[in-house]
């Protein structure tokens, strides 16, 4: 069993880069699973980020390739996502999620932290 807590700042202004952190616990086989970042938007669908291995090796989604950035360290079994110039659209539920395996591509993801609000606004 994996549990994800996931934390950060309620309120962001825009033009600020948003830091989230998620702190993941489990055994060592489970804490070695690609983790990654999904949100959600007011009224819309889940919207994947982007997910890194226990290699480092990391997917971005195209459309926030340009503004993401997501480290792991294991030492501390911590996931952080940073996301660059914020606006208002960014306004999300922001997920800390995991999946077995250990491959970074497809679904689905099997253990999701509890969801941090982010609202964009100045």
């Known amino acids: 069993q994996v549990e994800l807590q996931g934390s950060g700042p309620g309120l962001v202004k825009p033009s600020q880069t948003l830091y989230l952190t998620c702190t993941i616990s489990g055994d060592s086989g489970t804490t070695s699973y690609p983790w990654g970042w999904i949100r959600q938007s007011p009224g819309k669908g889940l919207e994947w980020m982007t997910v890194?291995?226990?290699?480092?090796?990391?997917l971005y989604s195209p459309t926030l390739a340009s503004r993401t950035s997501i480290a792991r360290d294991a030492s501390k079994n911590q996931l952080s996502l940073r996301l660059h110039d914020v606006t208002p659209e960014d306004t999300a539920v922001y997920y800390c999620?995991?999946?077995?395996?250990?491959?970074?591509?497809?679904?689905?993801?099997?253990?999701w932290g509890q969801g941090t609000q982010v609202t964009v606004s100045s």
């Open positions: 890194i291995g226990n290699d480092g090796s990391a």
């Open positions: 999620v995991s999946k077995k395996g250990y491959s970074l591509r497809g679904g689905p993801y099997d253990y």
